[in-house]
């Protein structure tokens, strides 16, 4: 059997290789992570291995931003993770150590509104009532205007009308004005306060008996006050009253005014809303003028139907005169703003004030913006020095025998509006000695007093007082007297006056009755104290500044 060929080492061809698969190249792995002989990474985790599976299962579990957040650490620089330590711990300290009460101070931050918002610009004034004291309101009828004519010869039916405004509890920086120099003179009001106010009644011509008028007529005012903190003419609706006082007056309406004219004998007295007996009685009267201003563009009105721009006048000298004696901040805007609207209502032209805003003047109603005038200005409130020269000239306009008498709405002698015309020209800036002044106070000296007109006694009164001397000895002996004498003393009307013929009383008595004749009568025998001599030695200089 043949045998067959073995195949030597030789001669034999060697077989080609096949080629080997190569493995792709491994990534490089994360610290901590092994490979294995057969090239395979695994992760280690806490000393055990992690296979692939397992890694996906965990990223399912705990989520994208847990996995971010946890490799965000595992690569943070050590030094910002120091700093981030030691804020966390400053902050635990800093509240640590605050007060316990930090909370509640915390409630009382305002927060602004963070919408975007469009501001207007600052508007004028808007004619809103104020705010309305705690008082039993009594309905009040509309008020319909109409105009009061005055006759020449018979001026003294200066009526009626106030209003004012909120207090506030602050107190304005105290002025000179209350001070008092040298013995008994100061300026301005300063004759109120109850230090002087005795010696310069004993000084000036005053008694015990006049001291006595002027409390029963006080407590009558008081008595005679409307619930709802003003007061009325017509004393039928007064509920107090019920028309068991005589002689009302017509102009019910005029509440303003009625106001306004019985406030102003307690400001006399030295009776103010911060001080005195009356403090209550004063305060709501001066609400209530405060809630009743008109407040606008050219300032707050107090003018009224029946009393006109007779009972703004009136009303700003109440507010002018309790801003001056308490300083009260409460009262300053008020009391400004109702001499912008006396500066307002000024005739342009003629440089008079009348019933209605900006009319032709009468001296009649022209005595009272400009008592009111010197009221504010007495008060340091704003009273524009072309208003007085134009009021200046008005005067002028009316004059008559180079300035020593005046007439209504022209040249002439009448008794009260010479009274007026002569008392303006003292506070717009005539000297004692001014030869028109002197021959004017003599007239009036030779007149004497009324006694049925009160509006002409108020003003003449005045006159006297500051001329001083054997002509003031004179009217006031008479004066004082016919008050003290004539004021009643019988049942619910005591205290009051009323003068003139009952049955045709002159036009102002009708209007006002018998809450204007007392008002007028009380600040008549309140001369002694409620303004200070002008002309007085010791007195200071307070001019209008041109």
């Known amino acids: 059997m043949a045998e067959k060929p073995s195949l030597s080492a030789s001669n034999a061809k060697p077989a080609e290789a096949k080629p080997r698969p190569t493995a792709a190249a491994p990534r490089p792995s994360s610290s901590g992570d092994k490979q294995d002989a057969s090239g395979a990474v695994h992760k280690t985790r806490r000393g055990k291995a992690v296979g692939v599976r397992e890694e996906m299962d965990e990223r399912k579990e705990l989520g994208a931003f847990h996995i971010w957040m946890r490799e965000a650490v595992k690569n943070t620089p050590s030094w910002l993770v120091?700093?981030?330590?030691?804020?966390?711990?400053?902050?635990?300290?800093?509240?640590?150590?605050?007060?316990?009460?930090?909370?509640?101070?915390?409630?009382?931050?305002?927060?602004?509104?963070?919408?975007?918002?469009?501001?207007?610009?600052?508007?004028?004034?808007?004619?809103?009532?104020?705010?309305?004291?705690d008082v039993e309101m009594t309905a009040i009828e509309d008020v319909v205007q109409e105009d009061v004519n005055i006759s020449p010869d018979d001026v003294d039916a200066a009526a009626m009308s106030v209003d004012l405004s909120d207090f506030g509890l602050d107190k304005a920086p105290r002025n000179d004005l209350l001070a008092t120099v040298g013995g008994y003179y100061g300026t301005g009001l300063s004759g109120r306060g109850t230090g002087n106010r005795g010696a310069l009644v004993r000084r000036a011509g005053g008694t015990a008996a006049s001291e006595k008028a002027v409390a029963a007529a006080l407590k009558w005012l008081a008595i005679h006050q409307m619930p709802d903190g003003g007061w009325c003419f017509d004393l039928k609706k007064v509920p107090s009253c019920r028309g068991?006082?005589?002689?009302?007056?017509?102009?019910?309406?005029?509440?303003?005014?009625?106001?306004?004219?019985?406030?102003?004998?307690?400001?006399?007295?030295?009776?103010?809303?911060?001080?005195?007996?009356?403090?209550?009685?004063?305060?709501?009267?001066?609400?209530?003028?405060?809630?009743?201003?008109?407040?606008?563009?050219?300032?707050?009105?107090?003018?009224?139907?029946?009393?006109?721009?007779?009972?703004?006048?009136?009303?700003?000298?109440?507010?002018?005169?309790?801003?001056?004696?308490?300083?009260?901040?409460?009262?300053?805007?008020?009391?400004?703003?109702?001499?912008?609207?006396?500066?307002?209502?000024?005739?342009?032209?003629?440089?008079?004030?009348?019933?209605?805003?900006?009319?032709?003047?009468?001296?009649?109603?022209?005595?009272?913006?400009?008592?009111?005038?010197?009221?504010?200005?007495?008060?340091?409130?704003?009273?524009?020095?072309?208003?007085?020269?134009?009021?200046?000239?008005?005067?002028?306009?009316?004059?008559?025998?180079?300035?020593?008498?005046?007439?209504?709405?022209?040249?002439?002698?009448?008794?009260?509006?010479?009274?007026?015309?002569?008392?303006?020209?003292?506070?717009?800036?005539?000297?004692?000695?001014?030869?028109?002044?002197?021959?004017?106070?003599?007239?009036?000296?030779?007149?004497?007093?009324?006694?049925?007109?009160?509006?002409?006694?108020?003003?003449?009164?005045?006159?006297?007082?500051?001329?001083?001397?054997?002509?003031?000895?004179?009217?006031?002996?008479?004066?004082?007297?016919?008050?003290?004498?004539?004021?009643?003393?019988?049942?619910?009307?005591?205290?009051?006056?009323?003068?003139?013929?009952p049955q045709k009383p002159a036009l102002c008595e009708k209007h006002g009755g018998r809450l204007y004749c007392t008002s007028m009568a009380t600040m008549v025998l309140e001369v002694y104290y409620r303004h200070m001599p002008i002309y007085g030695k010791e007195s200071i200089e307070e001019d209008f500044k041109e």
């Open 82 to 133: 120091s700093m981030v330590f030691h804020m966390i711990v400053l902050l635990i300290l800093a509240l640590w150590t605050m007060p316990e009460n930090w909370a509640d101070e915390a409630r009382q931050l305002v927060v602004a509104n963070t919408k975007n918002e469009e501001f207007d610009e600052l508007e004028e004034l808007i004619d809103e009532p104020l705010e309305e004291i």
């Open 244 to 501: 068991k006082c005589r002689n009302s007056g017509d102009l019910g309406k005029a509440r303003i005014g009625a106001t306004a004219m019985a406030v102003l004998p307690f400001l006399g007295a030295g009776q103010t809303h911060v001080e005195g007996k009356y403090k209550a009685t004063v305060r709501s009267g001066l609400y209530f003028l405060v809630n009743h201003m008109k407040v606008g563009a050219n300032g707050g009105s107090l003018h009224e139907g029946g009393g006109n721009m007779y009972s703004h006048g009136l009303a700003s000298i109440a507010l002018c005169e309790a801003y001056a004696m308490t300083d009260d901040k409460g009262l300053h805007n008020p009391a400004q703003a109702a001499v912008n609207f006396i500066c307002y209502a000024q005739d342009p032209v003629g440089g008079g004030w009348r019933y209605k805003p900006r009319q032709p003047g009468d001296t009649s109603v022209v005595g009272w913006q400009i008592m009111a005038l010197k009221s504010g200005h007495m008060a340091y409130l704003r009273v524009p020095p072309a208003t007085v020269k134009r009021a200046f000239a008005f005067l002028d306009s009316v004059q008559a025998n180079s300035g020593a008498t005046y007439g209504y709405t022209s040249p002439g002698t009448g008794k009260a509006t010479t009274a007026i015309g002569l008392l303006c020209r003292m506070y717009l800036g005539w000297k004692k000695d001014y030869p028109a002044l002197q021959r004017g106070a003599k007239m009036i000296s030779k007149w004497g007093p009324s006694k049925s007109n009160m509006y002409y006694n108020y003003y003449a009164t005045q006159v006297m007082r500051h001329v001083e001397g054997d002509m003031w000895k004179k009217w006031n002996s008479v004066m004082r007297d016919q008050l003290v004498n004539s004021q009643s003393k019988n049942g619910h009307e005591t205290g009051s006056w009323f003068m003139g013929n």
